[in-house]
């Protein structure tokens, strides 16, 4: 008997590869998936001393805040919760990164979604399903490409790309939303200086809404985990209360400094700093 080809059979033959695949890929990423109870809110990070206070934060403690915000290392792609966030680019095409794999990881049915909506504004927001995603919905938000020139409007769009992904997810009635680092892959925006703004804005919003069960900041390297670390105490306080005063004692904490110029644009990207 003469074998066929793959690509010579009838076009309902070809597509019962991919869908069977398709189905397969749904099936491992519920598998792979990570629930919310599996990711440890920073008053549980604190008390394991995963986190260390800093001699001099920015804030007051407020457990109430560090019990909706978590610290996670790992696979965005894999969290199952109300939505991710998506890091992109204004023509919700595809710009490496968290966003590749992102595409990768929900299939044809987002990247269809994405080219319907026309696109995102640098420092808004669009929401779509999160198709093959264990995640329900995924909130694109195009981020702004870091250059020295123009350090303060960059720092200031990315502290709206933040709020405008809070926003969206209350606007839609949801419970928990993960953030990447957004800008700091291909964008080139430094760690350092993104974090604090990130934190910043995440804080700032969670003290005047309360529907918001859980924040969740999901780093990829060892390097991001650090970074964030330690920019959680200095920017949203510390849970002094669950550590002993002598444990506080035998922790060294170091937070790198930011250059004078970044330092200006993080002070000035919202009134009240």
């Known amino acids: 008997m003469e074998s066929v080809s793959y690509m010579d059979r009838p076009l309902g033959e070809q597509i019962r ?8 890929l749904a099936l491992f990423s519920i598998l792979m998936s990570v629930s919310l109870s599996q990711i440890q809110p920073l008053t549980t990070l604190y008390s394991s001393a995963l986190l260390l206070p800093p001699p001099f934060p920015r804030y007051k403690s407020n457990p109430g805040l560090l019990d909706r915000v978590s610290l996670y290392k790992g696979d965005i792609t894999t969290l199952c919760v109300d939505a991710i966030v998506n890091s992109t680019n204004s023509q919700l095409a595809g710009g490496g990164g968290v966003d590749d794999a992102i595409r990768r990881a929900a299939g044809l049915g987002l990247i269809e979604e994405c080219r319907s909506l026309n696109g995102c504004r ?26 020295r020139e123009d350090n303060d409007k960059h720092a200031d769009r990315l502290a709206t790309c933040y709020r405008r992904s809070l926003e969206v997810a209350v606007g839609n009635s949801l419970r928990h939303i993960a953030f990447p680092s957004i800008s700091t892959g291909s964008c080139r925006y430094p760690i350092k200086h993104a974090a604090h703004i990130a ?17 969740v900041l999901v780093v990829y390297t060892e390097e991001d985990w650090d970074v964030y670390r330690n920019g959680i105490g200095i920017n949203m306080g510390s849970f002094r209360s669950l550590l002993g005063q002598s444990m506080e004692w035998r922790f060294h904490y170091s937070c790198p400094l930011l250059e004078a110029s970044s330092l200006k644009a993080y002070n000035n990207y919202l009134p009240g700093l």
């Open 122 to 147: 640098i420092g808004d927001a669009r929401i779509t399903e999160g198709y093959r995603l264990p995640a329900k919905h995924v909130i694109h938000t195009a981020g702004p490409i870091y250059s």
């Open 199 to 215: 934190l910043d804005v995440i804080r700032r919003f969670l003290e005047v809404d309360n529907q918001l069960e859980r924040v």
């Open 17 to 24: 590869v991919p869908l069977c695949y398709g189905r397969l």
